[in-house]
Structure formats: C-alpha cells, structure tokens
C-alpha cells in the first residue's frame, strides 16, 4: 500500500495542475499523515472518513475553551477541527467522539512536554507470558505499569478522519485561512465564503481480521482480479551468528547459542510516522554496536564455546509479530537452531535514557521459582553482566526479583520454553521514555539538537554524550556474552565498542538514511531505501522500502569480511556457499573527485526471515495466541481547504443548474421530435449541392 500511496500522490498533483479551476479553488496538503484502520481478531481501530471524503468549516482549537465553539455555539456544523498538539488527548478525543458536530479532525504537532503515549498502559496486553496459567499474579500488568502515560487513543475506533499536519507552514496556511475567514468578529457570526477542509481516507476493510480475510479469500477464489480489502502487518526479522551455521540444516541440540536481541520496529497514532528513537533505535544501534565489538576480538572463530546469534525482530509493536513467528518456526523445525539450541537469551529494550548511569536487569520469577536450574542459570547471566559492568561507566542493576519482566520478546520464548534471560532496559518499573510509541518519539528524545549548519558528515562523527553512553552499554553487553560464550584466551578489556560507530549508527537511523556511509554498504539496487528524510520504523505491509531493512547491510558491514572478487566471483562464492553465507555485492564509497563508485563483495552470515504471524500461516484469523492485526486496503488519502459558499448559494446553484438542465433537455427533446421538419432539407439526397 505504501508504495502505491507514494506513487499516487505525485499523480494527483499532476492532475490538479492541468486543471486550473480547481486549482484556484482547491488548496492540497501535501505533507500529511493520516489515520488507518487497523484490525484484530475481534475489533477495528482507527480511523476512516466518508467515500467521497469528510468536509467541514474549519475552527482552530488552541485552548481547551476553542472547543466549546465546536461543541455547542457554532452555527455552522460540521466542523474540521485543527487541534494543537496538546489538546490531542483521551478526555477531548472522546468529547468529540460524542458529537456529530466534528467532520473530521486535523492535529497540529507540538510536543506536550507532559507526556504522550497513544499505546496503552500495559503495551502489548495478553500476547507476552504471563497469563492465567502462568503467573496470574503479573498478568495484565497487575505489579507493574509500565507506561503510566498511555492514553490508549491508538486502539480507538474513529468515526471520523484523523489527520496529522506535518509541516508547520502548510499549518499556517490554514490557519491564516481560517483567520480571515472564519473568526467571529466582535460577537457577531462569521459571514460566507467560510475556510473548510476535506479529509479523504475511507477504509475499504471493515470489523474484524476474520471478517476481512474471509472477504480476501471469496474474492481471490471467485475473481480474476481480486480486490483484497486488508493485508496481514508483516515484515522481516534479522539475524546473524558469529560463527556460520547451516541454514539448510537443523543445528544439532548439543550446540549452544546465546541469543542478543532488540526489537526493529515502533508505531503510533498515525500511519508510517514512527521515528521511535528511544523504544526503538536506542536498543537495535546498541545492539550494532556490540556485535561490531565482539566481531573485531573473533576473527578466528573456533575458540568460542558457543555460537552467538544477534537478532532482530520486526513487528513486536503488534503483538509481537515477529517473535512469536520465529518461536513457532523453531518449533516446527523451519529454522535452522531449535529453542534447546538457546542456551541464554540476553534483550536490550529502551536503553538510552539512563538515569544516573544505571541500566537495569529484568529476569522472570516464574520460571526461577519453578525451576532451580534457571534460577542458576540466571544469577550466571547477571553474574557476567555485573562482571563485565566493573571498571566502566554503566552501573548494572537487579529490577525487584518479584516484578514481571518488561514487554518484550523474550517473553515469547519463555512462553515456549523456560530459557534463562535477562531484559536490560534504562528503567526500574514505568518507562524512563514519556513519548512511547508517538510521533515524538523522535532523535531529540534521545540526543541534543545537532548544531545549525552542520554538515552531515560533521554530524556523522560527532561524538555524543548519547552515542558514549550507548556504546559504554554495548561494551558491557559484548563483555558479557563473550565471557558466557566460553572463551578464556582473551581478556575482556580488549573487547570495546565504537563510540564513533554509535555516533555514525545514530545519525543514519535517526535523521537520514541517505549517508555517505549507508551509501557505501548497500547493494546498488537497494539504494532506494535511503531516504533523506528522518526515517520511520512502522511495520508496514511486507514494504520493499522499509528502512529497518537497513539494518540488515549495516550488520553486514559490521561482521561481514570484505572480499576481492569480481562480481561474477561474487555471485559464484554465493553460489557455492549458501548453506553457510550470504554474499552482497554492495556499491561502495564515491571515488575521489568523481561521481563513480567502487564495488565490492561482503561475505556475511546476516540472513533474513520472514516475520508474518502464525495466525496467517495457520488461517487462524480469530487466534488469540497469535498476533492477527491486519491494515486495511484504501483508494486514496489526501486532504484539501477551500472556500465554500454558503448553504443558501448552493442550493441557489444547485436550483439554477437544474433549472439549466431541464431546460436543455426540453430543448433536446423538442428539436428532437421536429427533427424531421427542422432538418429536414438536409437529410434530403437531392438536395446535396454540387
Ligand atoms: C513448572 O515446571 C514444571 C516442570 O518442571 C512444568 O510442568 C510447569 O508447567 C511449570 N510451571 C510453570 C508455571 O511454568
Ligand atoms: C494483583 O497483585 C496483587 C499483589 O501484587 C495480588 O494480591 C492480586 O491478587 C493480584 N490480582 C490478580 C488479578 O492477580
Ligand atoms: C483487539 O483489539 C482490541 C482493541 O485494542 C482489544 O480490546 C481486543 O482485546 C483485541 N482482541 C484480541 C483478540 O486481541
Ligand atoms: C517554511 O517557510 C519558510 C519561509 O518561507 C522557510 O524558510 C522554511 O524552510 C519553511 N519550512 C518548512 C518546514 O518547509
Ligand atoms: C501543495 O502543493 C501544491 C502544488 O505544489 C501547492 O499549490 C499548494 O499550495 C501546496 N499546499 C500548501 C498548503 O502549501
Ligand atoms: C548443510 O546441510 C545440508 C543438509 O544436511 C548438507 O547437505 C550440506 O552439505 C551442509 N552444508 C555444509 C556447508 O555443511
Ligand atoms: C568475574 O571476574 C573475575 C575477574 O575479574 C573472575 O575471576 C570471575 O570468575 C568472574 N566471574 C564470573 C561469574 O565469570
Ligand atoms: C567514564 O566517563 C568519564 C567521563 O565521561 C571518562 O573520563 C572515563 O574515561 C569513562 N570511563 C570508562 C571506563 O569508560
Ligand atoms: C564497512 O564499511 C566501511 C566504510 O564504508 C568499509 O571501509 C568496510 O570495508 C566495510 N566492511 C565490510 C565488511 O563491508
Ligand atoms: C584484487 O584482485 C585483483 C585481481 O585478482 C588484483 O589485481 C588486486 O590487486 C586485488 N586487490 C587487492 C586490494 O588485493
Ligand atoms: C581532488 O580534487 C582536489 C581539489 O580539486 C585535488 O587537490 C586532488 O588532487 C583531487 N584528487 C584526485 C585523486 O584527483
Ligand atoms: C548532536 C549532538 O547532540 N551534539 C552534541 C554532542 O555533544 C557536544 C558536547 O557534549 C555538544 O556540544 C553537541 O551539541
């Protein structure tokens, strides 16, 4: 569907330009985001507007009092309110749920400095571990809250269109539309032509995941072109192993792995706006980060004891897409290391925003008080992180040993199997990040603003209290998973994270994919995905383009060895290796003074799988194990104001142009029935002159 959009939109604009009458009349928004309609097993969330688009006078609510005008006193309902920023929350949205006086709403951004979470106050809620049969005590975060901010407004059902306005001068534009035509002035009522906006997003799914794919599949069996109406979220997770492993075997049970994962994607209110700095980035740039550590110190991969896996996992915003897909393709032996193959599970969630340098661990108590063996195997995790914690800047501690762990993906391998784990997270109990799954969610969540009129290979390498910060994390995390791996040869103060990488890692995945460095290390023909803008981690709908696949040539890069192969010799070793390796043949840096870029072949064990939940591969639309949300199809998303006249002129126009049409068409009819006699002469043969 992205992609369409993308493609659409220029279109659209193309046509209005031809089109010189609506183009006075008409004013397109061009940097929007809408709100969609999402579905689960059993609801639809979100938001839609009319078939032919919702449109109402526009009124501008900056106060909590603005809205009273919209409420009660306005005489000319319905009205498209452009609500700030601030004023976007559970208590007003709900007003005007209530009322049929809204068309539609229009948000202005502005960050409340407050707080905001459209999730809710226990992410995830009934898909991680715990649960009735396992301890009933944490489910439904009964001991903890972990984001006291969220207002749950993301898992509502709209009636009306939501949209976000991007850009602060198209958000001037309309106000100063509304301003010279709309404010009331001095008491008395504001006079036609009026400021209105039309919001085009209707939904083509409706109800439920069941009801949608039930829908999909009558029309791809009865259609030659089918008309789905929802696709399943879906994406692809990413994983590498420091020593190769056979992809086209199953790992024999003997062989340990100890699992390093963070999640890839984030959400919020609005569709494809999801910088998740903090819930996202923070813990997948650590995670680079480490892996680049611990790859510089094994060139030589026999010495370690156990494998090490690094991993990826898409969608966990939904349900834990991506987790539980790979939990399940372990279980039927779809993948290549089976769940008694792990022999620890270590996660970074939120990492960056420490409080007094401290990071803490999360462990499960179920499994520890039900099984001695995991609680030995735990105190061994916490052991090496508290091992590799001394003599650097990070000061590890335990959560409370009675508190659940965090939402997270280790949850859906507990679920499956009792696997010792430690979640690290910058916070104790709720989180540390105020913007959890919001559009503000952004880099300076996480990082002072760089400075004004730097250039981006400046910003690249600057060095950051964030980047020192999370590459200080990165080499506790690689210490520690070096020293459970099993290897004695090495001391561990050797083994030391890149604050530079960090720094490099940062600026790519939060401000601009399109760098020189990201330009580098990926294949020609994928340089696409580099975009200039700051890049957004939702999920989407298997999109070609989803900048979280970055992180796949970035991992390459990072663990991968360079080659000097020909690109036929490239393809060849591909050919010849691909039980064991990956081989990309990436583009390479510019050359000195020219436009002209030299290739090169990178031998990687970075592999991807498909994260598309169960719940779709089983055709079990209403499960409630699995995560079943799907994104509704549409045919177009735009909005527009314009000046309307007032109701009594449209009518007068509509009268007039009946009247017109009436007319005409007596005319018609008349000339019609005389037709012979009227034109007679000329059907006559011999009255063609010559
Ligand atoms: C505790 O462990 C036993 C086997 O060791 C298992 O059958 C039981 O389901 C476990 N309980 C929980 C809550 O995991
Ligand atoms: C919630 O937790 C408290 C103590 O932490 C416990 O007494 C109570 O039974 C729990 N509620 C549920 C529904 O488990
Ligand atoms: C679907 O989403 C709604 C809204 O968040 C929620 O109340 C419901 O429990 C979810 N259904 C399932 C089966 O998860
Ligand atoms: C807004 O307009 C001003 C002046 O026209 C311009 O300098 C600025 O770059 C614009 N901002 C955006 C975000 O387009
Ligand atoms: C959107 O783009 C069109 C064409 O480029 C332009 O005429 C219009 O003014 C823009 N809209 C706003 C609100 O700036
Ligand atoms: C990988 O496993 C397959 C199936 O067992 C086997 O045929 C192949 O030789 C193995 N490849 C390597 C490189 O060991
Ligand atoms: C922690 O480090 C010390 C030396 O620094 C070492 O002797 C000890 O065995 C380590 N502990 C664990 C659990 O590895
Ligand atoms: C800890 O931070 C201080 C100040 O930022 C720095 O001087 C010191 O080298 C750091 N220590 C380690 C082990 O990184
Ligand atoms: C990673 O990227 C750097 C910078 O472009 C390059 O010098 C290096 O050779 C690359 N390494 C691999 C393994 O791709
Ligand atoms: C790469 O291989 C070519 C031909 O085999 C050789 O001429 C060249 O010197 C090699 N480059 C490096 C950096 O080894
Ligand atoms: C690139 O351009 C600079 C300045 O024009 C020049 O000094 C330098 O020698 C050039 N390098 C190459 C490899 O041509
Ligand atoms: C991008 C960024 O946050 N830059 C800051 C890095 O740290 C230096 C000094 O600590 C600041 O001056 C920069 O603004």
């Avoid at 420490?354 to 661990?361: A, C, E, G, V, Y």
């Avoid at 540390?432 to 002072?448: C, V």
């Avoid at 964030?466 to 998973?481: E, G, N």
């Avoid at 583009?587 to 990178?602: A, K």
Wanted: aromatic share 10%; with cysteine.
């Amino acid at each position: 569907m992205a992609g369409r959009l993308r493609v659409f939109f220029p279109l659209l604009f193309g046509l209005c330009w031809c089109n010189s009458v609506e183009r006075k009349i008409y004013i397109p928004l061009n940097k929007t985001a809408p709100c969609v309609r999402l579905m689960n097993a059993t609801h639809q969330i979100g938001c839609q507007s009319s078939m032919n688009g919702d449109t109402g006078v526009i009124h501008v609510a900056e106060k909590e009092q603005d809205l009273k005008w919209v409420l009660e006193d306005g005489l000319t309902p319905p009205y498209m309110v452009v609500l700030d920023g601030e004023l976007f929350t559970r208590e007003v949205m709900e007003k005007l749920k209530m009322t049929s006086r809204v068309a539609g709403v229009a948000v202005s951004k502005r960050q409340p400095s407050k707080g905001f979470s459209p999730d809710s106050t226990c992410p995830n809620d009934g898909f991680g571990v715990y649960s009735n049969t396992y301890g009933p005590q944490y489910a439904h975060c009964n001991s903890t809250v972990w984001n006291p901010q969220g207002n749950g407004l993301s898992f509502e059902d709209f009636k009306f269109p939501i949209f976000l306005l991007q850009d602060e001068n198209e958000t001037r534009v309309i106000k100063q539309c509304y301003q010279e035509h709309n404010i009331p002035l001095s008491g008395s009522i504001p006079q036609y032509p009026l400021c209105a906006m039309q919001l085009f997003s209707h939904m083509h799914a409706v109800t439920d995941t069941v009801t949608c794919m039930r829908r999909n599949s009558l029309q791809t069996s009865f259609n030659i072109n089918p008309e789905e109406v929802c696709d399943a979220l879906t994406d692809w997770n990413i994983w590498s192993t420091l020593k190769p492993v056979n992809i086209s075997d199953i790992l024999h049970p003997d062989n340990k792995v100890i699992f390093v994962a963070a999640r890839l994607d984030s959400r919020s209110f609005f569709w494809d706006v999801a910088p998740g700095a903090e819930s996202t980035v923070s813990g997948f740039v650590t995670l680079l980060a480490a892996a680049e550590a611990l790859r510089k110190v094994l060139n030589d991969q026999q010495t370690l004891l156990k494998n090490v896996m690094f991993v990826f996992f898409q969608g966990e915003a939904f349900d834990y897409i991506g987790s539980s897909r790979m939990v399940y393709d372990m279980e039927n032996g779809k993948f290549p290391i089976g769940l008694e193959n792990i022999d620890a599970f270590l996660e970074l969630n939120q990492v960056a925003l420490r409080k007094n340098s401290i990071l803490w661990m999360h462990t499960d108590p179920v499994s520890q008080k039900n099984s001695s063996s995991v609680q030995e195997q735990v105190k061994t995790l916490v052991d090496a992180l508290n091992n590799a914690s001394q003599n650097s800047n990070v000061t590890l501690k335990e959560a409370s040993s009675t508190q659940a762990l965090p939402p997270s993906s280790f949850q859906r391998f507990l679920q499956a199997r009792n696997i010792p784990g430690v979640v690290l997270t910058d916070h104790q109990s709720a989180f540390q990040n105020r913007y959890f799954h919001s559009i503000y969610d952004t880099g300076e969540n996480i990082i002072s603003n760089y400075p004004e009129g730097i250039s981006p290979e400046e910003a690249q390498n600057l060095l950051n209290d964030t980047a020192q910060s999370l590459a200080d994390v990165a080499t506790v995390l690689a210490r520690a998973v070096y020293q459970l791996a099993g290897d004695a040869n090495l001391s561990t103060s050797t083994i030391q994270a890149d604050a530079a990488t960090v720094s490099k890692l940062l600026y790519g995945f939060l401000m601009k994919l399109n760098n020189s460095w990201f330009q580098s290390i990926i294949p020609a023909e994928k340089s696409i995905i580099l975009d200039n803008d700051p890049p957004h981690y939702y999920i989407a709908v298997d999109n070609k383009i989803n900048p979280s696949r970055v992180v796949q040539y970035v991992l390459a890069n990072l663990t991968g060895a360079v080659f000097n192969f020909t690109q036929e010799g490239c393809q060849k070793r591909q050919n010849e290796d691909k039980d064991q390796y990956d081989y990309y043949w990436v583009q390479g840096s510019l050359d000195e003074n020219s436009t002209t870029r030299t290739p090169f072949c990178v031998r990687t064990t970075t592999r991807i799988t498909k994260a598309l939940s169960p719940a779709f591969e089983l055709r079990e639309w209403g499960s409630t194990k699995y995560s079943t949300w799907t994104e509704s199809r549409w045919k177009e998303i735009r909005a527009r104001i314009f000046l309307v006249a007032s109701h009594e002129l449209e009518v007068i126009t509509l009268v007039v142009g009946i009247a017109i049409l009436v007319t005409s068409l007596l005319v018609t009819y008349f000339i019609n029935s005389k037709a012979d006699i009227l034109f007679a002469s000329t059907c006559e043969p011999g009255a063609v002159a010559y």
